[in-house]
């Protein structure tokens, strides 16, 4: 099963040069991907991202959609894939471009899948790879910077090129908007129940993220935990205010009448 690449869209978060805009555009329109898209660029010279574009892939630059955020970029997107050169403990293992097409082919089909680039100098940042559900990394030998828009052809090439050799039945999971108001709602809960030290919330949220990711949630799934984390945030504030009537005495205890004889 090829993967359904009318699912599939190139987002460059942070790009600093149009050059390489235009030359991504170019490797989207060679590989067959349909939509480019680009988050606080620093500079959109139309003139300079086309010549690189040439005029095959200028519909991609004149439509370009440029977003202020990754979250809002995200935001209808149902799986997202960060690409990094560097790994670590904040960096979950990651596939290869040759393996990531088996990963997205069952997912590609009723999901919409984006690709996320970081910028020329630093790439994606440990609080932009949270809103990814999978990294992958492009093996190099003993240099491991790549071109922006290599990167892109290389990434793209694998996708247009592999079929899996399994069809896998894959529903639609949850949006990136819908995960981030769950993480919020689950930061809120954990907080009120003490589950996340106040000392370090980012990296207890961090494991809450890298467990939940691999789950591949669905839209029902994600309002289930969301009504969980609602009345568990009620039934505390409920106990609080209970607490404190009866600190003030303003509660007492039920009776229970007895029969009349």
Aim: overall charge positive; proline content about 5%.
């Amino acid at each position: 099963m090829k993967v359904n690449l009318d699912n599939i869209s190139v987002i460059l978060n942070g790009p600093r040069f149009p050059e390489n805009i235009g030359a991504a555009a170019r490797c989207c329109r060679n590989m067959g991907i349909p939509e480019l898209m680009v988050v606080r660029p620093e500079n959109l010279d139309q003139e300079r991202m086309l010549r690189m574009a040439t005029s095959e892939a200028e519909d991609l630059i004149k439509k370009l959609v440029v977003h202020d955020s990754l979250e809002d970029a995200l935001a209808r997107y149902n799986y997202a894939v960060g690409t990094t050169a560097r790994t670590g403990r904040q960096r979950r293992p990651t596939d290869t471009p040759r393996t990531l097409p088996f990963r997205l082919a069952p997912l590609s089909r009723k999901n919409r899948i984006a690709i996320v680039f970081g910028s020329e100098n630093w790439g994606l940042s440990n609080e932009d790879l949270q809103l990814c559900h999978f990294l992958v990394t492009i093996p190099t030998a003993s240099f491991s910077s790549i071109n922006l828009a290599q990167s892109v052809m290389i990434i793209c090439y694998e996708l247009f090129m592999a079929e899996a050799r399994v069809e896998l039945f894959q529903p639609r999971i949850a949006t990136i908007q819908e995960t981030e108001g769950m993480y919020r709602h689950l930061d809120e809960a954990l907080r009120a129940i003490g589950f996340i030290h106040p000392r370090a919330p980012d990296y207890w949220m961090s494991n809450v993220r890298r467990f939940l990711s691999r789950l591949e949630l669905r839209s029902r799934e994600v309002r289930l935990v969301r009504g969980f984390c609602r009345q568990l945030l009620w039934a505390i504030g409920q106990g609080r205010l209970h607490a404190q009537a009866q600190q003030e005495g303003t509660v007492t205890s039920p009776r229970t009448s007895l029969p009349s004889s």
